[in-house]
């Protein structure tokens, strides 16, 4: 079970509080053989202070890979964590997203040559965002759809995704009529195949640079295999300050263009300025 090895790139900027409740859950995993890369848009000291803190009893490996804030540049700092993976297989997250034990394995489990895989999340309110500690993680209590709703209200669709077992996992995940698209929360891919499109387009602000990378996948060959209900993480609440109609327009012209010319390589990804033959 535990023969692939697996990066899971965490992102994070300024939050402490929520990555904090993410590393404890990376910390009670089923699955042992990967390591944790947290990719660091040029968060604060408290920040790295707050990884430091996890490395001695840590059951994984831990990356801290950050470079200084000069505005949103989350692809620029995915793009060294791709490089610096060691491993063969990354699997894509936030710092926001609480994974469920059987997160890490259920990605290994589903990882195919030729594939990529596509998660969804369960989104919380603020209220219950917040109370959620590191022993309701460790017994799986928030994941628990009685708990969450004594907490705050949840949604119907999101219980579901909570409430499924393998077999209604299974079923859910054919009939969904959610694209299983590339999303920035819930996604995994061969490193080669990232490395072979050259990662992620840092021109992209928020809105859809997941999305636009999983184009170019598809466009280079890779099918996407969904996993909305099988792979679990809680998206805990926060504010998208950083979200504006000038960089979703500048982001849609851009998947228009991979799209329209079916582009596999970005010019202005880990490599700059070069078109791959």
């Excluded at 300024?14 to 089923?30: A, F, I, S």
């Excluded at 996992?169 to 819930?186: E, G, K, Q, R």
């Excluded at 099988?230 to 504006?244: E, N, P, Q, S, W």
């Excluded at 500048?250 to 070069?274: A, H, M």
Aim: hydrophobic share 30%; aromatic share 10%; glycine share 6%.
């Amino acid at each position: 079970m535990d023969s692939l090895g697996i990066s899971v790139v965490v992102s994070t900027y300024n939050k402490e509080d929520w990555l904090r409740k993410v590393m404890d859950g990376y910390k009670y995993q089923t699955y042992n053989h990967y390591e944790v890369i947290v990719a660091d848009d040029g968060s604060r000291e408290s920040t790295k202070n707050l990884i430091d803190s996890y490395r001695d009893d840590y059951p994984v490996p831990i990356q801290h890979i950050w470079h200084e804030d000069a505005g949103y540049r989350r692809q620029r700092i995915l793009n060294i964590a791709i490089q610096k993976a060691n491993m063969p297989y990354i699997l894509f997250t936030d710092g926001d997203c609480i994974p469920r034990k059987d997160f890490v394995e259920v990605h290994a489990k589903f990882a195919e040559e030729g594939y990529f895989l596509s998660g969804g999340y369960c989104k919380l309110p603020m209220t219950t965002s917040e109370v959620i500690e590191e022993d309701d993680i460790r017994t799986e209590r928030c994941f628990d759809m009685k708990w969450l709703k004594k907490q705050d209200k949840l949604r119907g669709t999101q219980a579901l995704k909570l409430n499924s077992g393998p077999v209604l996992a299974s079923i859910m995940d054919l009939v969904t009529p959610t694209n299983a698209s590339f999303n920035n929360c819930n996604s995994s891919a061969w490193k080669e195949d990232l490395i072979a499109i050259n990662g992620y387009d840092e021109r992209m602000q928020y809105g859809g640079p997941d999305r636009e990378l999983g184009e170019r996948l598809v466009n280079y060959g890779l099918k996407p295999k969904q996993i909305r209900h099988k792979a679990i993480v809680l998206h805990l609440d926060h504010a998208r300050g950083y979200k504006t109609p000038e960089s979703l327009q500048r982001n849609l012209n851009i998947r228009k263009e991979v799209k329209d010319l079916n582009k596999k390589w970005t010019e202005f990804g880990i490599i700059k300025g070069e078109i791959k033959e």
